[in-house]
């Protein structure tokens, strides 16, 4: 069998595991298309050898680049990838990335090609999932992060501090990150805190301890755009004349997307290229695999595939409201 991999959107640490499993588990030869969409749309492909997969398959330093584009694929562009797939030999095509890749990957099956999907963002917005590949990395690098400044209030007491994280629109990777990190305040989209109400907090917060540290999703201000920056100044400007008090700011940004994988970032993508495998040998055909919150695999169709944001019904948005950080 010979499966061909692409990834879509933003680069994330994991995926070098889940394609190594892939391979491993489908005793397949692996084929990667560079450059996502554009990648494909280029006939971008070059083969990878066993001893690579398994060398890099715990590795922060990626062996596949990723690519963005706001071009939508014409009929004639998507039979062009599905011949040139065909020359190739292709069996399946397996495409991680973020919504917007996986309604591609619906769009190119229509054209004959087996394709098989996997949530890949630090985001972790993909609808009817819990867990995309990156997301537990980047919490692991917001953990630190908080890490090292909670040490800096310790030796500079008084301080206030702003972290900005990634998340235009869904700010899962901020509630989460303020939880497992014990962040004393996360800003959300979906939850905006009244100004003088989060000053009022922020004030009493500091009087108990050394520092207060913020996280505040790039969306939280609702200013956001591909490419903005601002979300935290725009905070801190507000809050700045309400506490009395300098905020110190980080944005932590592209550094997010990079770290050594964490176990569970191992352990989540080897559950969805277990799936991905199964379904292949069981002759299903087009499907997206997401996991549920019991970490059980579902095969869904690629069609049903889009962005979510944080669940305010959901366990992680209640932890956070019972322990005040939203």
């Known amino acids: 069998m010979k499966i061909g991999v692409v990834i879509s959107g933003g680069d994330v640490t994991g995926i070098n595991n889940f394609i190594f499993q892939i391979a491993k588990l489908a005793q397949a030869e692996i084929v990667l298309f560079n450059a996502g969409i554009p990648g494909l749309l280029a006939n971008q492909h070059n083969p990878i050898s066993e001893r690579d997969l398994v060398d890099y398959s715990i590795s922060a330093t990626p062996f596949i680049s990723s690519g963005r584009t706001s071009h939508r694929p014409t009929p004639g562009e998507y039979e062009g990838i599905s011949k040139q797939l065909k020359i190739l030999h292709i069996d399946v095509l397996i495409m991680a990335g973020g919504e917007g890749s996986l309604q591609f990957l619906h769009n190119l099956s229509e054209y004959g090609i087996n394709c098989f999907g996997v949530g890949m963002t630090i985001d972790n917005d993909v609808f009817g999932s819990s867990y995309t590949i990156g997301f537990s990395t980047a919490c692991e690098q917001v953990l630190k992060e908080v890490s090292k400044l909670r040490n800096t209030g310790r030796a500079l007491p008084g301080r206030v501090f702003m972290v900005e994280l990634l998340g235009g629109y869904c700010g899962e990777l901020t509630l989460q990150s303020a939880i497992k990190s014990n962040a004393d305040f996360a800003l959300i989209p979906e939850c905006q805190y009244p100004l003088a109400e989060l000053a009022t907090k922020i004030k009493q917060k500091l009087k108990q301890q050394n520092s207060v540290i913020i996280l505040c999703s790039e969306g939280y201000t609702k200013e956001y755009s591909p490419g903005f920056q601002g979300a935290i100044d725009t905070m801190i400007k507000r ?33 969805m290229a277990s799936e991905v495998v199964r379904c292949i040998h069981s002759g299903m055909r087009n499907k997206a695999i997401i996991i549920n919150s019991s970490n059980q695999p579902i095969p869904i169709d690629l069609i049903s595939m889009q962005k979510r944001l944080v669940d305010t019904e959901g366990h992680h948005y209640k932890l956070a409201r019972q322990l005040n950080i939203i």
């Open 239 to 271: 809050l700045e004349p309400q506490i009395g008090v300098r905020i110190r700011k980080t944005i932590v940004g592209y550094g997010l997307r990079s770290g050594d994988p964490t176990g569970e970032e191992i352990y989540q993508g080897t559950i």
